[in-house]
């Protein structure tokens, strides 16, 4: 917010007013770029704001003029400017070695400042955003020679010592608000107008450069094509590294409703079981407006391109900032609700926001791409969606998507089931039959000995009997470490896909951080007209080889009278997590306890929905549902801490929600189960990690909890070959 800044005259009166600028620094080492970045920048601004640039440069008094010209800037310039008031200053004469003309710098309503020392210790408190550019030292003497030539040659050592005895004092890089690996390749300045309306000191004033990304124009083609999905992405993303998969895997596989597999499609089960199957959405963070960020512990770190920016604060709060209002429309004729915009997970740290405990994990709390361009297919209509925001390079993606999607596409026979069998049976790791070649598989160990998790589950029962809790989804975490040239996550997804289809499987790739999801849970969706959904499972058992074992299996799940309690009671609790926002009434059960068998268990799903007023924040609306009920048990807030003693560990990004988050203001999360989380170490391994986990009531036996989290285990460690750790 400005601060308005009155100046009186000898009698007291008030004779002018001016609001104190916004003030931008932009620092870094000579030759670091950022003399054009501060000219290019300021340009772009001046299209909506009166702007006032200053370079340090014209200020320092000689060569050996650091300190002092930092000194001169503080005083002369900075001060006078930061009250709203003209500055006036000496310049340096560099050919005649002394002082030069005296000048005036206008204040405005924003002002940049450039030049090494632009962000010093003491000229901090006076900025509103620090900027810090950095490239390799050969390139920025070259860049700095190539610029000054002879006048700098001599001197280069000179001022390179000063700058480094002013910085070993004073870490501007640390304390910068957005940091730039500069490339020469004229897009930081985009980049930087990008990132710098998230910084809070900068909201108020970029507000129209914020405005304007709500009427963009949004690029669609339809091209009667079914793919195979896993081939298309493998064509435009495989060398991304940063890209999502939302993946639809049992798109043309039957979901078993009833007791015949595919059941009627009037039952209202299947009609919910097709729709929740129906779009795959593949993209990257690459283009024009391709952006990524990643949340830890209380700080949003945003990146597009060459420039990263830090902004403090909760998650939920930024997010808030950049989704939930309309920013484009939908194509005609487009039946998706996802419209470009942010995709990725929410870690179930994230609960710190939302009522639960802070724990740090090994793992980023959240991690998103912004998709500026994307394909969506429809696997009802067999068809493809190319989505582009227009831009200068649009047309040339489209182009590209439009071929990939061609190459890439089946028979007209073929069925999208083909697309889950892409992947090589054992395909999992490097090779081999197992999915390991050359190298063990993997030997994962519990975050919980069988006796440890038993002795757990006995002790939520005591916090149930003590009435501080109903019901506990207790977790616990299997992990390995194996050789990182061993692993290979693209392929150990197609195997988990192939062996167990899901309708909300994903593939994440976070450079160095892979999520290979097969979950077949809706965690919540709001849709662009404001319908809100949750599905929430609770009640599992596995699939038998036997007909008749498996039909005995499916009548005592939908028999069972604690598994009913346990769904029921997340039922109740996701009711009352919607009606925080949901318009009165509004909150119905449409499904409860409905039966739902997948590749490897049957499951018990109940469908809770529920209308959003307009004009509601749809990030507080997802913040009140966060973590899904489904992983905490009720209620919600009390139990968290319950499970924040007895787990004794992050869950990462188990137990949290993958998904996207659109330019129309819709959001479809799933929960992240049955997901295998793959983080390269830095040293030359990678760890595994796998979370599983059941609700325990009263009534629970302890030997049956432990045999439930086997068999949620049981679809990825076979596919990887491995085994549940010894009880």
């Known amino acids: 917010m400005h601060t308005w800044r009155g100046r009186r005259t000898e009698n007291g009166t008030l004779y002018s007013m001016s609001p104190a600028p916004v003030i931008i620094a932009i620092d870094g080492r000579s030759g670091a770029g950022k003399t054009t970045l501060a000219v290019e920048l300021a340009a772009r601004l001046r299209a909506r704001h009166k702007v006032s640039l200053f370079h340090l440069e014209d200020i320092y008094p000689g060569w050996n003029g650091l300190a002092a010209g930092i000194e001169r800037y503080i ?57 810090w550019a950095d490239s390799p030292e050969d390139v920025r003497r070259t860049r700095a020679l190539q610029r000054d030539g002879e006048t700098y040659e001599p001197y280069w050592d000179q001022w390179a010592a000063q700058e480094s005895e002013w910085l070993a004092a004073d870490d501007v890089a640390a304390e910068a608000d957005l940091h730039i690996r500069n490339v020469a390749d004229g897009g930081a300045p985009e980049d930087v107008l990008q990132l710098l309306p998230y910084l809070p000191g900068l909201a108020q004033v970029l507000a129209p450069e914020l405005s ?32 999502v998969w939302l993946d639809s895997s049992n798109a043309g ?76 429309r939908a194509p005609e004729g487009y039946p998706g609700e996802f419209t470009l915009g942010w995709l990725g997970y929410l870690g179930y740290e994230l609960k710190r926001e939302t ?33 582009a925001l227009d831009a200068p390079d649009a047309t040339e993606w489209l182009d590209t998507a439009r071929a990939a999607v061609r190459a890439a596409a089946v028979t007209p026979t073929a069925s999208d089931s083909q697309d889950a069998a892409a992947a090589p049976a054992g395909a999992a790791l490097a090779g081999g039959s197992t999915g390991v070649g050359g190298s063990p598989v993997p030997a994962f160990t519990s975050r919980d000995s069988g006796v440890a998790y038993r002795a757990k589950i006995a002790e939520a029962q005591r916090e149930i009997g003590e009435g501080n809790t109903y019901e506990v989804c207790l977790t616990t975490t299997l992990a390995a470490h194996v050789p990182a040239d061993t692993v290979d996550p693209w392929n150990t997804y197609l195997a988990l896909r192939r062996r167990n289809p899901a309708p909300f499987a994903s593939y994440l790739a976070f450079d160095g951080l892979a999520v290979a999801s097969t979950s077949p849970e809706r965690f ?67 499904r409860l306890c409905a039966i739902e068998s997948y590749a490897t268990v049957h499951q018990m799903v109940s469908t809770i929905d529920a209308s959003l007023p307009p004009g509601s924040p749809r990030a507080e609306a997802v913040a009140a549902c966060f973590p899904a009920g489904s992983m905490t048990g009720a209620p919600k807030i009390s139990t968290m801490a319950i499970l924040d003693r007895l787990e004794a560990g992050p869950r990462g990004v188990y137990s949290g929600a993958i998904g996207y988050f659109s330019l129309n203001g819709a959001t479809d999360l799933a929960v ?6 793959i983080s390269a170490d830095g040293d030359g391994t990678a760890e595994l990690t796998l979370g599983v986990g059941g609700a325990i009531t009263s009534d629970s036996v302890p030997d049956e909890e432990y045999d439930e989290i086997r068999t949620k285990a049981y679809g990825v460690l076979s596919t990887l070959g491995a085994e549940f750790p010894d009880p």
């Open 75 to 131: 005083s002369t310039v900075l001060g006078p400017l930061s009250r709203g008031e003209a500055a006036a200053w000496t310049s340096w004469d560099w050919e005649r070695h002394y002082d030069g003309d005296p000048r005036v710098t206008l204040p405005a309503e924003i002002v940049i400042v450039e030049g090494v020392g632009a962000a010093a210790a003491a000229a901090r408190p006076f900025l509103s955003a620090v900027i």
């Open 212 to 243: 304007s990304r709500r009427g963009l124009s949004l690029r669609a083609e339809r091209l009667d094509a079914r793919t195979q999905a896993a081939e298309l992405f493998s064509a435009l993303y495989g060398q991304s590294a940063n890209a």
């Open 253 to 328: 596989v039957s979901i078993s409703t009833g007791p015949a597999a595919g059941g009627d499609p009037a039952d209202p089960t299947v009609r919910t079981a097709a729709e929740r199957s129906r779009f795959s959405i593949l993209a990257d963070d690459g283009g024009t407006f391709g952006q990524s960020v990643t949340h830890r512990a209380g700080a949003s770190h945003i990146s597009a391109g060459s420039v990263t920016a830090s902004v403090d604060g909760p998650f939920f709060r930024w997010l808030d900032t950049v989704w939930g209002r309309r920013a484009v």
């Open 355 to 387: 009522g639960g405990a802070d724990v740090s994990a090994a793992t980023p709390d959240a991690a998103l791409i912004f998709a500026g361009r994307a394909v969506v297919l429809d696997h009802v209509e067999g068809t493809a969606w190319l989505l």
């Open 524 to 590: 919540l969706r709001i849709a662009s007209d404001g319908g809100m959904r949750a599905e929430p499972i609770k009640g599992t058992r596995r699939r038998a080889a036997d007909a008749a074992e498996d039909a005995a299996l499916r009548t005592e799940l939908a028999t069972s009278l604690k598994d009913r309690a346990e769904n029921i009671m997340i039922v109740d609790l996701l009711r009352n997590d919607l009606s925080h926002f949901a318009v009165p009434g509004s909150v119905t059960v449409s």
């Open 672 to 677: 992240a189960i049955r997901t295998l989380v």
